[in-house]
């Protein structure tokens, strides 16, 4: 037998939806029977600019007929576009980017950047967080189910409860090195920072000397209504991670950083092989672009609002969820059910926590798309006799 012989499998590590999509367009996605869906899900919110935006796809094939691959020991001009656009939309107190593939990458740099600055081990995060699943980030991510397995992760890392001033007041001391938070939970159930939680983290952080983390890669790029989520709140971090969105689809993060942290760091004291690509930088300079020129985050606002009156009329306005286009309804139970009926009608949604049922549709979602939404999530609702 030769080694060609076996056929390699997928692992399969992700619940399946049973579609084969095969084409995109802003809001809408296609499977392999011609079937058109509304895209709800939008790979957990990355694709929040629409599926193959035409604006952003021009530049990667543009860049990607000059070079493709350029590591940061050479100087390129689509990475210094990208540092030109990202200086319109940062907080001006975040002086260094630094640009990787993902989510938890930024996390682990993030994480790696507070140890150096401040010379010390300890992390803060809260209970329902989500930060990635490599191992330092995983570290700080609430849900047992993605940590147990993974075991002894590190080990100085104290969990609070989100929102609880008392406890951050408590146990957020000379020994941190950082807190991280995110502004709005995403995979932990759409729960929304307080502003005197926030202001609290900032305060303390000041005191005693640690840093602040606002993991963005969800809620940024103007999700919530703003271009950043901790922009509602008139609260900075030192550092600042995001992704998702920021590429307009394709695969990039960045964390941002103050001139004192960025300052403190040494070549070779991090890296990435991908990281700052010419072909990312033109994704993300493409999208801030899109994000400034066409009023994303107003119209993610406005929209955000429309869609949130709306789902006010079929459920009790307190089991709405989240900020701006990043919704959902609490359900008070497991909301596979309701979202393979959805599906029946061609939308594609997806979970938050245990309980909720997520929306992150782009921002060019229409009012007779959420209509469309609202009616049919009403029948599903009242065919389940949905829980008072």
Not at 75 to 96: N, Q, T
Request: hydrophobic content about 40%.
């Amino acid at each position: 037998m030769f080694l060609g012989d076996v056929l390699a499998k997928l692992l399969q590590l992700y619940p399946k939806y049973g579609l084969r999509i095969v084409r995109g367009y802003m809001q809408y996605v296609w499977d392999d029977k011609g079937n058109r869906y509304l895209d709800l899900h939008t790979g957990y919110g990355t694709a929040f600019l629409g599926h193959s935006n035409p604006k952003i796809v021009e530049k990667v094939y543009e860049q990607m007929r000059k070079i493709m691959v350029a590591s940061y020991s050479f100087d390129i001009d689509s990475r210094d576009e990208s540092i030109e656009a990202l200086s319109k939309i940062l907080p001006k107190k975040l002086e260094y980017v630094f640009f990787q593939n993902s989510g938890t990458e930024a996390v682990e740099a993030a994480l790696k950047f507070s140890r150096k600055y401040t010379g010390r081990k300890k992390f803060v995060a809260f209970t329902n967080s989500f930060h990635g699943r490599t191992m330092g980030s995983l570290s700080l991510t609430w849900n047992p189910k993605y940590r147990k397995p993974f075991e002894p992760l590190l080990k100085d890392v104290v969990f609070l409860r989100f929102n609880d001033v008392f406890g951050v007041e408590r146990f957020v001391d000379e020994e941190t090195a950082a807190v991280i938070v995110e502004v709005v939970q995403g995979e932990g159930g759409l729960n929304v920072a307080t502003k005197e939680f926030l202001k609290t983290i900032r305060e303390k952080c000041n005191e005693t000397g640690c840093t602040v983390i606002f993991d963005e890669v969800q809620t940024g790029f103007g999700r919530t209504g703003k271009i950043w989520a901790h922009q509602h709140y008139g609260i900075e971090p030192d550092i600042l991670v995001a992704g998702k969105a920021i590429g307009g689809g394709f695969p990039v993060s960045l964390v941002a950083v103050s001139s004192e942290i960025g300052e403190s760091l040494e070549p070779g004291e991090h890296g990435t092989t991908y990281g700052g690509n010419p072909v990312a930088c033109a994704a993300i300079s493409a999208s801030v672009n899109v994000l400034l020129k066409d009023n994303v985050a107003e119209k993610a606002r406005e929209t955000g609002k429309y869609f949130r009156e709306r789902l006010g009329k079929i459920v009790p306005k307190e089991k709405i969820k989240g900020l701006g286009l990043m919704l959902g309804i609490d359900l008070g139970e497991n909301p596979e059910l309701t979202i393979k009926l959805l599906l029946n009608e061609k939308i594609i949604s997806l979970k938050a926590g245990e309980t909720v049922l997520r929306f992150l549709p782009p921002y060019m979602i229409t009012r007779e798309d959420i209509n469309y939404v609202v009616k049919v999530l009403s029948n599903v609702l009242s065919g389940k006799n949905y829980p008072s």
